[in-house]
Each structure stands twice: as C-alpha cells, then as structure tokens.
C-alpha cells in the first residue's frame, strides 16, 4: 500500500473506527519486549489513555522523567464485511519512535513524533473477531533526529533525557489512533493550487491513485450546491463568484475526489477547503492580493496532565482567547501539531506559519567554551559527521508534513528549522538543502522562513539569505540588558534592526519570539523582572521598536501560554512568557496585548 497521509473521513467508500480510549501500558527500560514476546501481549501493565502523553499522569519521578522503550496495548475488532479491501491503523503521532505489532506480526515503523503514519494489516487480522495491536514506542533523543538532544544515564542506570530544546520532551501515543477500511483502488493524495481572475477562481488539481480508473472532482458550497466539477486526475477547475477564505471570516467549499468506472463510485474522498492566495511580495505578505500585518503568538501543544495529548478542550479554548485578543495568526512552535487545529484554524480565519520540529541544531555551549579556550575542539553544528544522517530524517519530515498540510488555506508558509546555528558557511549547504525542497514539494509555493537566534546578526549570519521572509527571535529587555538596563536594550534593538534595514533588500521581517517570564503572582511597583508590571514595559519597548521599522510585518509573542519545560534555575517549573497562564486565564499583558491588537489595522503599514 502507498502511504497516505490524507485526513481520515467516512464516505460512500470508506470507514474509520475509533481506537482511542483506555489501553494498555508497560515500561520496558532492558529493552526486552521483542525478545520476550510482549509484542503479542504485556506482561504487567497498567491502564493509559489515548491519545496523551503519558507523563504527568503519574505521581512518581521515575514514571513521569521516564526515557528510553515504553509498550501499549489494545484489542480492535475488525468487522467481516470489510474483506477484500485495504484496512489500515493509522496513528495521528506516536512520540518519538514506533514499531507496531498486530497478532504478534510487526506491521510497520516510524521516526518522528509530530506527524501521522499509516500501517497495512490487510494480511495479518482476523476478520468477525478481535486482533490484538501491540506498539512498542520509544522516547530517546538523538542528533540523528528532530529535536535534537541528547540521552544520558543516571549512577543508578535510569536514563535522563537531555533536550536541546526549551520544552518537556512530553511522550506517547499523543495524537488519535484510527482503523480504517478503503477500497483496494484508493485516492491516495489529492492537491490545490489557487488563482483568482477577476471575480472567479482557477483551482489547479493533482489527484494520486492506486489505480487507473477515472477520477471526478466536484466542489461544493457551504449550502451543499454543487458549484463546478472537473474530470481527470490532473486539470484546473473553475469556480465563479468565488468566495474567498480570508481572516476571521473563512468561507470554505467542500471538494469532493471520486474514482469512478462508468456508475460506480469505486472510492470518495472529501476535504474542506478555502479558496485563497498567499504571497510575499514588494516587502508585504498579502493574502488574497492585499495586505496583511501579523498578529499572535508562537504556541505550543501543552496543557495540564495531558501534556501534549490532543485534547479538543484546550484546542477550542485556545481559539476562542486567541479571537478575545485581536490576534490573526500563530506558528506552530516547534513542531507540527495535530491535524485537527489546522482544521480550525482554516474554520476560524486565522494563518499559521506550520513549523518542523526542527529545534535544538545548535552546537552545545560547553563545546563553544572547549572551542574559546583554546583546546582545540571546534565542531560547528552542521560539519559533524552525522550531519548527512540528520539531514536526510529532516527532509523526511520537512515531507510529510508538507503532504499533511498543503491544501490548508490557513497554512501561509513554512518554518523549517527554529534558532539553529548560521554564523559559519558550514550551515548554508543544509539550508539550501531544506528550503528548495520545500519549493519543490509544494505545489502552492508557500513562502520560507527559519526563525534566527539571537546569536546570528545581520553581520554573522550567513543563512538568512535563504527565507522569503525573515523570522527573528529576539529578547533584548530580557535575556540581555534586563530590569533597569531597559534603556541600553531598547538602542542595542535599533541599532541591530538599522543593521538589517541595510540589507533586506525586500524581504520583510517578522518577530516569531520576544517575550518575558512574567509570574502572575507578582505585582511590583516600580517593577522588576518577573513581575506583571515588568511585562508591559517589556512589551512597550519592543512595540515602540517594532512600530519604527515599516518593513516589521509582524509580531508573535513569545508565548501563547505558559508552558511545562525540563526543570532547572533558568525556570521556575516550565517556561512563564506566557501571555496566559498554562491554564488559559489572563495575565495583565493579555489586556494590553487586546487593546494594540484590536486597534491595529489588518493592513498595517501596508501599501497605501
Ligand atoms: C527561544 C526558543 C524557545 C524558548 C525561548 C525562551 O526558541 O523555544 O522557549 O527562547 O527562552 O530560544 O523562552
């Protein structure tokens, strides 16, 4: 079977049956599971929800900092009529490694712990009866893999992640599991591209397909009318009066795929789509031709005891406070998320820069300080020898996450690596690398950006060349020239941007990061750091900059909420930039933040 990362939906021609639930459970720290047969079975389990991480569910230390091989089990019943066609399991994310096993048979594998994968068990289930589905996983973190990190092992033999990354390295089976039937000749993948002429759209088309048969694509409106339709599995369709997507009121048409021969439908597949363009252009992002200023919140998919588990609860919670705020748009820090708040997000009107879990490529600072003083040691990050292992997991990802989220129109444009390392020519052969085969993947041309680390200044960094727009992370006021030195921030700030104002060319610029650890506990006046008072002003000084720079396009706050990370003095029990807290309530900045936000105009600094 072709791997297809097409959305799950039930049609004339295809089932899906939910696996979620409670399942089974077991750590397996010797890594004997295989060996010892619980591929067909776990010896000793306990009961864990899916989807959620399985960490903080528990209550002691070993559990929730748990690393290294961790098992789950369940029964899935697979009905008689479904013979003679394809059944697949399909896992939303397994976090970060996954062989799966039915009736003891291994059925497939996967790298990577954002992004769907499908597993064919056509030849190994039992039909009218239940199967058993057993999947060992695995959280350890490597430099061969996104994120990057590191797995050490304790003086009593336990191991330790060690994260390059500033967020919990959250585990499981975080994202929804589904059994699904399709048809032995199936729609595999399907692709939009859009134009708009005058007053109509001109939707360009791919469809994939096991098969030869013909295939019929029909576009629906929101009223279910029929509104255009097409023939082959390439072509463009034409949609008059089109109604475009557009932010905060999304319209979005229903597209229907059918392989036929004659009057049978021999497969349907349907998407939601929005009908829009999206471009860089003359210094501006402009959506549907105009222009567009962005605002919002660099996120993550993090909550209390679920972890990273999806839960719709949080999802739809986030959306609502994110529409109270003014803002239009969020990138998905630091890795792609479930594919349900895309869904939402091409519901609710808002842009989403989608993002690789590509975080942590950057060279540790202790062998910085081997390299300062002298011993020698000098490795760049993207010289080491694993570097060509690393690239090639990355362009996977960089793939699949494109096949997954192409046909969003919420999607605006890919971020495909977070503060990696670029003040040595070293880096540039990887980027180039990375960002034509973006271009190449995607038939929309989205435009490209990574987002900078403070390190990398317009007279170091030797990769931003490669963005369509660049990204920067920024915290003057905050990691340096802090508290009272406000003052000294705000010129280094000027002084940086005047620097990159010289050579952008056209490029515009947009802040993915800048933000301060705020406790909403604490109230001082006059302020100090950490305190609410202390945000504002933050958040001022960085405005103030901000607005003096015509070609800033945008501006996410760092963070949405707050959010859990590994423990350590730099944190006082997960990261505080939040704007809310981890549990989705105000903290004063949010006044502030809808007060600019709801006054700005969408077309801020646009061309007039
Ligand atoms: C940046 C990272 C982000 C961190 C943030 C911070 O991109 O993941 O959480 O800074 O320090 O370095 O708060």
Redesign the pocket.
């Known amino acids: 079977m072709i791997q297809s990362l097409l959305y799950p939906r039930v049609t004339e021609t295809r089932r899906v049956i939910s696996l979620d639930g409670m399942w089974k459970f077991q750590f397996d720290p010797a890594s004997k599971g295989v060996e010892e047969n619980w591929t067909k079975g776990l010896p000793d389990s306990c009961s864990m929800p899916v989807p959620a991480s399985f960490c903080d569910i528990f209550t002691d230390k070993d559990s929730r900092e748990y690393t290294g091989d961790f098992w789950y089990e369940t029964d899935f019943f697979v009905p008689g009529e479904w013979k003679d066609n394809e059944i697949v399991i399909r896992f939303g994310s397994v976090t970060h490694r996954a062989r799966v096993f039915v009736n003891g048979t291994e059925v497939g594998s996967h790298v990577g712990g954002f992004l769907p994968f499908n597993v064919c068990v056509n030849d190994v289930v039992k039909y009218n009866q239940y199967n058993k589905l057993c999947v060992q996983a695995n959280n350890e973190l490597s430099e061969t893999m996104i994120p990057c990190g590191a797995t050490a092992t304790l003086s009593n033999g336990k191991k330790i992640s060690q994260p390059y990354?500033?967020?919990y390295n959250y585990a499981g089976i975080q994202r929804p599991v589904k059994l699904l039937m399709l048809p032995k000749e199936s729609i595999t993948d399907f692709t939009v591209n859009h134009r708009i002429t005058g007053s109509d759209a001109e939707v360009d088309y791919v469809v994939e397909t096991t098969g030869q048969n013909n295939v019929l694509v029909e576009v629906y409106d929101k009223k279910g009318n029929k509104v255009a339709e097409a023939n082959g599995k390439t072509g463009t369709i034409v949609v008059k009066d089109v109604k475009l997507w557009n932010v905060h009121a999304a319209y979005l048409y229903k597209f229907v795929v059918k392989i036929v021969d004659g009057d049978t439908v021999i497969d349907e597949y349907y998407d939601t789509i929005g009908i829009r363009t999206f471009e860089v252009k003359g210094g501006h992002f402009l959506l549907n031709g105009k222009p567009v200023y962005l605002k919002g919140f660099?996120k993550h998919e993090d909550a209390d005891i679920r972890g990273r588990g999806l839960d719709m609860v949080t999802v739809k919670r986030d959306f609502e406070l994110m529409k109270w705020i003014g803002s239009n748009c969020f990138r998905t820090?630091?890795y792609p998320y479930a594919e349900e708040v895309y869904y939402m997000a091409d519901e609710e009107g808002f842009l989403v820069i989608d993002e690789t879990p590509a975080?942590g490529l950057m060279e540790s600072t202790m062998n910085f300080l081997a390299a300062n003083q002298g011993t020698g040691k000098k490795v760049t990050f993207f010289e080491k020898e694993t570097t060509p292992i690393l690239l090639e997991h990355h362009r996977e990802v960089l793939k699949d996450m494109i096949k997954r989220d192409k046909n969003h129109a919420s999607v605006i444009a890919w971020s495909i690596l977070?503060?990696p390392e670029t003040n040595h020519e070293s880096a540039t052969p990887y980027f180039e690398n990375l960002f034509d085969y973006a271009h190449e993947l995607d038939m929309q041309k989205r435009p490209r950006t990574f987002?900078v680390?403070?390190m990398s200044l317009p007279h170091t960094c030797k990769c931003w060349q490669v963005c369509d727009f660049v990204s920067l992370?920024r915290?003057y006021g905050?990691?340096v020239m802090g508290g009272y030195g406000m003052v000294d921030a705000e010129a280094a700030f000027r002084k940086e941007m005047d620097g990159w104002g010289a050579i952008r060319g056209e490029r515009p610029f947009i802040f993915?990061?800048y933000?301060a650890?705020t406790l909403p506990s604490e109230h001082k006046l006059p302020s100090v750091m950490w305190s609410q008072e202390y945000q504002k002003e933050y958040l001022d000084m960085n405005h103030r900059v901000f607005d003096s720079y015509d070609w800033i396009q945008g501006e996410l706050v760092?963070?949405f909420a707050d959010?859990q990370?590994t423990e350590g003095i730099?944190r006082a029990n997960g990261?505080k930039?939040g704007i809310f807290t981890r549990q989705r309530q105000p903290k004063d900045a949010a006044f502030h933040f809808k007060e600019r936000w709801d006054n700005l105009p969408i077309d801020y600094k646009g061309e007039k």
């Open positions: 990354f500033d967020f660099g820090s630091h975080v977070n503060e987002a680390i403070m992370n915290y905050w990691y993915t990061e933000g650890d760092w963070n959010f990370t730099m990261n930039k």
